[in-house]
């Protein structure tokens, strides 16, 4: 019985820990530096919209953009850290569960699980390039291109890798109707909002959320499309996924457009930072 006792307690414990002001302060640090990111590749993709084609409009182009800087070293492991905050945040979701109705339930939790993985993925690669590694796992594209090479050799890896496409098609779409629905008013603190900010948090929510939705619905496509042509070169990161935008019909302007909408999602992004519920 005292075993028992004890492991209630133990579980309350890191559950009052996983939601307290460590937690709060992991999580906040970790919207900051997402916002960063994201910030930086809408600035780098408007720059190749208005014919600077030298920049890598990427997370590898941000963190090389940074380390220019005065003080970029600082301020990649700064990034870096954050994101390892998000990361443990996320994870506690997992484990715990989130704040707001239905916290609890076991998709919320394995969504949480999935982003908590997707952000140790993000600050490992961040941590990696401030320790001077240089290459930060190297470009979105090279990246994209080795994994599908490498999958496409297994068995019934063509249908892997076209599965893992619909899967990021659908997560672009659920992201752009996530947006559309302005989701997030659920996990902000809206009565710390004054009318304008909350005017700029749903433009920012709305039209970052549906440039990100975008991109990751035309990376998927991509993938799709080079499993069934069993081509790796066909598929696409970040980076040559928003140069394609640049080729269209619309010519550079549907680049802008979604350069501009992830500029936005980078602001969102410190607005959660700011008022998001923890």
């Not at 109705?101 to 394995?110: D, E, I, Q, T, V």
Request: hydrophobic fraction near 50%; aromatic fraction near 10%; include cysteine.
């Amino acid at each position: 019985m005292n075993t028992r006792v004890m492991a209630r307690t133990g579980r309350r414990e890191a559950e009052r820990a996983a939601k307290g002001s460590v937690a709060e302060g992991a999580a906040r640090a970790g919207f900051t530096a997402r916002g960063v990111i994201y910030f930086l590749v809408g600035v780098l993709a408007l720059q190749i919209a208005f014919g600077d084609k030298g920049h890598q409009a990427d997370r590898h182009g941000a963190l090389a953009e940074i380390a220019q800087k005065p003080f970029g070293a600082a301020m990649l492991w700064a990034l870096g850290i954050g994101l390892v905050g998000m990361a443990l945040w996320r994870l506690s979701e997992a484990l715990f569960g989130s704040t707001g109705p239905n916290g609890r339930k076991a998709r919320k939790r394995l969504l949480s699980l999935v982003r908590a993985v997707f952000y140790a993925f993000v600050a490992y690669s961040v941590l990696a390039f401030a320790a001077g590694s240089g290459s930060g796992g190297g470009s979105s594209d090279k990246q994209s291109k080795d994994v599908t090479a490498e999958v496409l050799k297994w068995p019934a890896g063509q249908w892997l890798v076209a599965l893992a496409g619909i899967g990021i098609v659908v997560a672009g779409v659920w992201i752009a109707v996530q947006a559309l629905r302005r989701s997030f008013h659920d996990k902000l603190k809206f009565g710390a909002l004054s009318p304008r900010k909350r005017r700029l948090v749903d433009v920012t929510g709305v039209g970052g959320g549906l440039a990100r939705g975008v991109v990751f619905a035309a990376a998927g496509a991509f993938a799709v499309r080079a499993a069934i042509d069993y081509e790796p070169d066909k598929a696409k990161g970040l980076d040559d996924t928003l140069r394609t935008f640049a080729a269209t019909p619309l010519g550079p302007w549907l680049l802008v457009c979604v350069a501009i909408g992830l500029v936005m999602f980078g602001l969102f992004s410190f607005a959660m930072a700011r008022w998001r519920r923890v």
